[in-house]
């Protein structure tokens, strides 16, 4: 949470993809109702998202829209519905809010679908494999032509 908008562009792109990949995970596994890693407060480790007194940005007190709970009655998305969300009581946040962790949510989501994660898992070797045996192939091959053995 910490680096989500540092002023280092190289950790801030990285840490954003990071993000970015973990909620599309989690949107395609439908475990994407969570926010923050422990729940919303830890959007308190960001400078943005800070309610310390020290914090002047607009998103202060808030969450981001990943946070947010959809409402089927709007067509165009809210993007700014988290904000000032955690200056109210902690009762309220459910209604605008998922206030479960995504560590928790994907604790709960990995078991239901291990099958499918170890399916993945082996696929994404074997093609690691195959790819290994392809370039040793053509370490051989390339070996074999500057030792003047034309094949």
Same mark, same amino acid.
């Given at each position: 949470?910490?680096?989500? &908008? !540092?002023?280092?562009?190289?950790?801030?792109?990285?840490?954003?993809?990071?993000? %970015? @990949?973990?909620?599309?995970?989690?949107?395609?596994?439908?475990?994407?109702?969570?926010?923050?890693?422990?729940?919303?407060?830890?959007?308190?480790?960001?400078?943005? $998202?800070?309610? @310390?007194? !020290?914090?002047?940005? *607009?998103?202060?007190? /808030?969450?981001?829209?990943?946070?947010?709970?959809?409402?089927?009655?709007? @067509?165009? +998305?809210?993007?700014?519905? /988290?904000?000032?969300? *955690?200056? &109210?009581? =902690? @009762?309220?946040?459910?209604?605008?809010? %998922?206030? =479960?962790?995504? +560590?928790?949510?994907?604790?709960?989501?990995?078991? *239901?679908?291990?099958?499918?994660?170890?399916?993945? %898992? +082996?696929?994404?070797?074997? #093609?690691? #494999?195959?790819?290994? $045996?392809?370039? &040793?192939?053509? +370490?051989?091959?390339?070996?074999?032509?500057?030792?003047?053995?034309? $094949?």
């Amino acid at each position: 949470m910490h680096y989500y &908008r !540092s002023s280092n562009a190289g950790v801030s792109c990285w840490y954003k993809y990071l993000l %970015f @990949s973990y909620n599309i995970v989690l949107w395609l596994a439908g475990a994407n109702q969570c926010c923050g890693a422990y729940g919303p407060e830890d959007w308190d480790l960001n400078a943005y $998202f800070n309610c @310390s007194g !020290s914090s002047y940005s *607009r998103e202060k007190c /808030g969450v981001p829209l990943s946070c947010c709970v959809p409402d089927p009655a709007q @067509s165009v +998305i809210n993007t700014q519905c /988290g904000y000032d969300v *955690r200056t &109210r009581l =902690k @009762s309220k946040w459910d209604d605008t809010i %998922f206030t =479960k962790g995504c +560590i928790q949510a994907l604790e709960g989501w990995l078991p *239901r679908n291990i099958y499918i994660v170890a399916g993945i %898992f +082996i696929a994404i070797s074997l #093609l690691q #494999l195959f790819a290994i $045996f392809v370039a &040793r192939t053509l +370490i051989s091959d390339i070996e074999a032509v500057k030792a003047g053995h034309h $094949f």
